[in-house]
């Protein structure tokens, strides 16, 4: 379990016919507000939790903290644990791992594992409405007892790791219900389910979702990720560089 931990060591009746020639364009406000239940503060600090579910029953966790400033900089530090100290530090689709004692940065990805089918990825701040053109499907679902509506994304630019999304959104609140990843190949590889939500500062925010491997040895377990705290806060742009983040 500690070698699955490190190796992650690190997100959302019937169609009117109306509805099916909707463009991307129409689109993009529905997804900003998704976006915005993930990505809700410009400048925060967000104390989280992982948990790997295997069979069932709660495995492992790894604590961790998120520093977020703006679109690109993004700092993720673990808090006890056999990963305490270590930390990832992001800037635009950059990323690297710092380990406590060592020099230099590793540079990693953000497919790679924080614990379980979790990735940094997931605790990144990738924005659908940005990254992704969306387009009706005409098709709902039922999740966890709301009625969403399935929207397939296409990723803007190329040679990215999902090239194509199945989004499922509640209208009536504005908040993902499922996301389900797809590579180039076609196979789905990962499934998001947005779990609970919480209101802060009159904002609606993610507050726990489950991540699905669906390839793999992963695929037998699910990730629990608890967002536990949000704290607005005015971050010092020094902390997202090697340097600064090593004294967090």
Known sequence: ???????????????????????SGDLTPLLAAVDA???????????????QVVDGKDASSADFDVYVKGRDLGLIVFRGGSNSGRKVLTNGDRMWLLVPGSTHPVPITANQRLLGGASFGDVARLRFSEDYAAKATGEREQIGGQDCRVLELTAKLPKVTFPRILLSVNEREKTPCRVRFFLASGKEARSVTFTKFRQLAG??????????ELLGSASRTVTRLEYRDYRMARLDPRIFTPEGARGL
């Open 203 to 212: 904002k609606t925010v993610v507050a726990e979702m489950e991540v699905r």
């Open 1 to 23: 379990m500690k070698r699955a931990a490190f190796c992650l060591a690190l997100a959302l009746a019937a169609v009117p016919a109306l509805a099916l020639a909707q463009t």
């Open 37 to 51: 239940t993930r990505n809700a503060f410009e400048e925060a600090v967000i104390s989280a939790r992982a948990t």
